[in-house]
């Protein structure tokens, strides 16, 4: 059974990055686990995901937005060297219109992940530091990611928090 890393914090943290720097000493053999499904008209967010998969190594592959991540992995001949997970909050925004059975799926995504014989490293988005948003859509957004980044947490072997490029240890 692998390790399961979770690291969380705001936007341009340096979550991505120091989630390359942990799986890059699992060798070439990592899978990147892409869960955002990119629209070809946001030229911006196609630049993002560009400037992500340059800092990635080239040897490693790339899985994009699998419906099960798990079962994904599983099938991978042969099979990685280590995960990498990016992110729990794409991950939910294409799934958010299931709500509630979401937090189910992640459950047993999480219980597959624990069990895999290579670490992973699942990267999260604190989204709820700001006022409450005003639509009732966004506030259930918000706490949908907050109870799966507490799920991950509690799951997870270590967990950190990526502010300004800074790790902080959460245990």
């Known amino acids: 059974m692998g390790d399961l890393i979770f690291l969380t914090g705001p936007v341009r943290s340096g979550k991505s990055r120091r989630a390359v720097d942990i799986a890059t000493a699992w060798g070439d053999g990592v899978a990147f686990v892409a869960t955002y499904r990119c629209d070809p008209a946001d030229a911006e967010m196609a630049e993002r995901v560009r400037r992500h998969q340059a800092e990635r190594p080239a040897g490693w592959r790339t899985l994009e937005a699998p419906a099960t991540i798990s079962a994904a992995l599983a099938a991978l001949d042969p099979p990685p060297s280590g995960?990498?997970?990016?992110?729990?909050?794409?991950?939910?925004?294409?799934?958010?219109?299931?709500?509630?059975?979401?937090?189910?799926?992640?459950?047993?995504?999480?219980?597959?992940?624990?069990?895999?014989?290579?670490?992973?490293?699942?990267?999260?988005?604190?989204?709820?530091?700001?006022?409450?948003?005003?639509?009732?859509?966004?506030?259930?957004?918000?706490?949908?990611?907050?109870?799966?980044?507490?799920?991950?947490?509690?799951?997870?072997?270590?967990a950190w928090l990526m502010v300004a490029g800074c790790q902080v240890r959460l245990k």
């Not at 990498?84 to 939910?92: E, K």
């Not at 948003?133 to 799966?148: K, N, S, W």
């Open 83 to 158: 995960v990498v997970i990016d992110s729990l909050v794409l991950w939910l925004a294409d799934r958010f219109d299931r709500d509630e059975a979401v937090l189910d799926d992640w459950s047993r995504e999480l219980a597959l992940l624990r069990a895999a014989p290579w670490p992973v490293v699942v990267i999260g988005d604190e989204i709820g530091w700001s006022p409450v948003p005003i639509e009732p859509a966004l506030r259930r957004f918000r706490d949908l990611a907050g109870f799966l980044g507490q799920r991950t947490a509690a799951a997870a072997t270590e």
